[in-house]
T-cell receptor, first 113, second 113 residues
Framework: DGGITQSPKYLFRKEGQNVTLSCEQN?????MYWYRQDPGQGLRLIYY???????QKGDIAEGYSVSREKKESFPLTVTSAQKNPTAFYLC????????????FGSGTRLTVV | AQSVTQLGSHVSVSEGALVLLRCNYS??????LFWYVQYPNQGLQLLLK??????LVKGINGFEAEFKKSETSFHLTKPSAHMSDAAEYFC???????????FGKGTLLTVNP
């Protein structure tokens, strides 16, 4: 079945370390997104990519980086510059058609200690 | 620019009671509208969407929503709440020229026995 796979489900890191969250999709979708979710704050867009080798900053890109070398993959790196990285991270993809909406992965919960 | 307002960050109902989750949108063009559900520590799952066919849209798990242009609303309802409906619900909007979704801040639904 087609879908989006985020790994790992839970991730623990020490403060000051960079960490990379994986997002892979086999839906043949052109667009991919990363969101951060904190209690009571809804979904906040970190980065998005409409096509391979291109991506744009979202609302809260500071302290994060991404790459889009393959259509299927959109990894997110949480750098040591991110002041409060502990959160639930969601990856999504879409066809690029306005009436499709998004397909979401199951999320990665990052805890920095 | 488009926006979504979900009235009530937390709604509590008794099992068997009517569920009503409110969503109002702002869009300069006729929108596409979506409702997503998120269970704890999971990704978002599409419940239903309005794409300008019927104004009353039926979704999964017995939910439905009605698009009311005059009220710029897309409220989500279910006649009889079940314990398994306890989750967070997100309303989202996209306009026809931009496939990116704008999400509301979410409504947490609690179902009491």
């Amino acid at each position: 079945d087609g879908g989006i796979t985020q790994s790992p489900k839970y991730l623990f890191r020490k403060e000051g370390q960079n960490v990379t969250l994986s997002c892979e999709q086999n839906l043949n979708h052109d667009a991919m997104y990363w969101y951060r979710q904190d209690p009571g704050q809804g979904l906040r867009l970190i980065y998005y990519s409409q096509i391979v080798n291109d991506f744009q900053k979202g609302d809260i890109a500071e302290g994060y980086s991404v790459s889009r070398e393959k259509k299927e993959s959109f990894p997110l790196t949480v750098t040591s510059a991110q002041k409060n990285p502990t959160a639930f991270y969601l990856c999504a993809s879409s066809t690029g058609l306005a009436d499709y909406g998004y397909t979401f992965g199951s999320g990665t919960r990052l805890t920095v200690v | 620019a488009q926006s979504v307002t979900q009235l009530g960050s937390h709604v509590s109902v008794s099992e068997g009671a009517l569920v009503l989750l409110r969503c109002n949108y702002s869009s300069s063009v006729p929108p596409y509208l979506f409702w997503y559900v998120q269970y704890p520590n999971q990704g978002l799952q599409l419940l239903l969407k309005y794409t300008s066919a019927a104004t009353l849209v039926k979704g999964i798990n017995g939910f439905e929503a009605e698009f009311k242009k005059s009220e710029t609303s897309f409220h989500l309802t279910k006649p009889s709440a079940h314990m398994s409906d306890a989750a967070e619900y997100f309303c989202a909007v996209s306009d026809r020229s931009n496939y990116k979704l704008t999400f509301g801040k979410g409504t947490l639904l609690t179902v009491n026995p």
